[in-house]
């Protein structure tokens, strides 16, 4: 009778356990850069690739999760498919500094135990995101610059390139352009013609079907930057944040006013700490906290239950979910409804 009950109490709890595997939602979202982005300057054959690009890579992300695969595998793939793609500002569509160069920045991190890893202005590997999860699980730091970050990478199976692999025409003449602004105007940065400068990065947010959020980030930052500028992407906390007990968040827009107002953490923080849904925590600061000081941008979210929020307070924002019902959403003008 014992042994009866024991094996009656085991296939019982492997039911169990069965089910709330089966249960655990899984979402992922990603963005592509914010800004001035207007029909008008799209042709349809263009905005046609953005929308390609966009749902081929959250697919890729999506598909590992359902499979099983850990969320800082999915962010990964959708953040590498980006990289590759000269849409967008990260990788081989990052922007030109104002020497003629590409720095690229880079962070991800692992909401289960708030583990994390960033590179900043690095020129010759070709993923950037790939290096920084390799400061995460194979150093002991959590950023590497430059130089340093370079020497790293020699020390990994990472595949390295030239920095002209990351050339493209369109950003050589959207450097030509700031250049010119900036001969004639040394504050042009500050000005609203010049905000299709400021912003780019691409970035992912996942939750796996083992309850772990991750959030990733990758960009070529700002086009004609100097003296070894860094945004807010590959800086925790700003451009970059996961915790299981709250949410994954991704940002794009106006760097320094991300860094300024810690704005990914402070939207986990604030769903964790005034029990507020990651929607309405995100929105708020989006658009209560940094448009009235002249922050531009938004941000994709993934909360700890699967809920999905992508809000941003510029014109258009390149972004592509899948919902913990499996809904594929891609968009990217701001009338586009979630």
């Not at 083992?210 to 945004?231: D, E, F, H, P, V």
Request: hydrophobic residues 40%; negative net charge.
């Amino acid at each position: 009778m014992k042994q009866k009950l024991a094996i009656l109490f085991s296939v019982t709890a492997m039911s169990f356990t069965a089910m709330a595997e089966e249960q655990q939602p899984i979402a992922i979202a990603i963005h592509g850069g914010a800004g001035t982005i207007s029909k008008a300057k799209l042709t349809p054959e263009r905005e046609q690739e953005y929308r390609a690009k966009l749902e081929e890579a959250v697919k890729a992300g999506y598909q590992l999760l359902q499979n099983g695969a850990s969320s800082l595998d999915a962010v990964v793939a959708s953040v590498q498919i980006l990289e590759d793609s000269p849409l967008f500002n990260a990788g081989r569509g990052a922007v030109y500094t104002y020497d003629g160069e590409h720095e690229l920045d880079a962070s991800i991190m692992y909401g289960k135990d708030r583990t994390a890893g960033a590179v900043a202005g690095v020129k010759t590997v070709k993923s950037p995101i790939a290096l920084a999860r390799a400061v995460m699980e194979k150093s002991q730091h959590v950023m590497l610059s430059g130089k340093g970050a370079e020497e790293f990478a020699d020390t990994l199976e990472l595949d390295k390139v030239e920095n002209s692999y990351f050339d493209s025409d369109a950003r050589r003449q959207q450097l030509e352009r700031a250049r010119e602004t900036l001969k004639q105007d040394k504050t042009a940065f500050s000005r609203p013609d010049m905000l299709d400068y400021k912003f780019g990065t691409v970035g992912a947010v996942a939750l796996d079907k083992a309850g772990n959020l991750s959030a990733a980030t990758s960009t070529g930052g700002m086009t004609a930057k100097r003296y070894g500028r860094i945004g807010d992407s590959p800086v925790i906390g700003a451009g970059t944040f996961a915790d299981n007990k709250s949410c994954a968040v991704s940002a794009t827009g106006h760097g320094e006013y991300f860094i300024r107002f810690n704005v990914a953490s402070d939207i986990c923080a604030r769903t964790e700490y005034l029990q507020v849904p990651a929607k309405v925590a995100a929105e708020s600061v989006i658009h209560n906290v940094l448009k009235p000081v002249g922050g531009t941008g938004g941000v994709i979210v993934v909360d700890r239950h699967g809920e999905v929020s992508m809000p941003f307070n510029t014109q258009g924002m390149y972004r592509a979910s899948v919902d913990a019902s499996g809904k594929v959403h891609v968009a990217i003008y701001q009338e586009e409804t979630e």
